[in-house]
Structures are given as structure tokens and as C-alpha cells.
């Protein structure tokens, strides 16, 4: 159909062979950045590699397994966090996914 002198099966068309061609080569256009399945696969083989467990003494008023809300002032956010993990002296620094 013709929408304001534009065919636009034909535009559809082109757009897709431009979209296509983008896809076949997007490591010449982004040769610096991953692909998403390269991404993927990257952090598949870190999360093999780390098999440590960690198993931290909580304080007292924390429950272990649970989600403990704790509320402090902005400016204390980084002390209450260092003091939660400090608690446990043995144990390596916080992950990611335990902040």
C-alpha cells in the first residue's frame, strides 16, 4: 500500500534486509562490545568457576535466609554494611548478590 507516495511493503522490505545484514555482521559494527550470547556465555563459564560457598555468622537481630530490612540515615549506609560483614572476620568480602 501507499501511505504519503511511500510504498511501504517495499520500505518494510528494505528495512528488513538492512536489519538482517546489521545481524550477520554486528561483530564489524561493534567490534569492541559482546553480543549478547557471548555475554552469556561468559558469565555461564564465571558461575562454574566459583563454587565457593559462603556461609556468614549474621548478628543477632538478623535472621539468616530471611530479607532484614535495616533502616539507617544515607551517610551511615556504608558503616551498617561494613559492620554486618565484619561480623564475620574469616569470611572474603560480600558478593554482588549478597548486597
Known amino acids: 500500500t501507499m501511505e504519503g507516495g511511500v510504498n511501504v511493503a517495499e520500505l518494510t522490505s528494505q528495512l528488513m534486509k538492512v536489519w538482517d545484514y546489521y545481524m550477520k555482521h554486528i ?3 561493534l567490534s569492541e562490545s559482546l553480543d549478547i550470547g557471548t555475554l552469556g556465555c561468559l558469565l555461564a563459564s564465571l558461575a562454574e568457576i566459583e563454587q565457593e560457598t559462603v556461609n556468614r ?3 543477632p537481630s538478623l535472621l539468616p535466609g530471611r530479607p532484614n530490612l535495616i533502616l539507617c540515615p544515607p551517610q551511615e ?3 551498617c554494611v561494613l559492620a554486618i ?3 564475620s572476620l574469616d569470611q572474603p568480602l560480600p558478593t554482588y548478590d549478597e548486597v
Request: proline letters at 17%; hydrophobic letters at 50%; glycine letters at 0%.
Open 77 to 79: 549506609i556504608l558503616p
Open 57 to 59: 555468622t549474621l548478628p
Open 85 to 87: 560483614y565484619m561480623h
Open 27 to 29: 561483530r564489524a559494527f
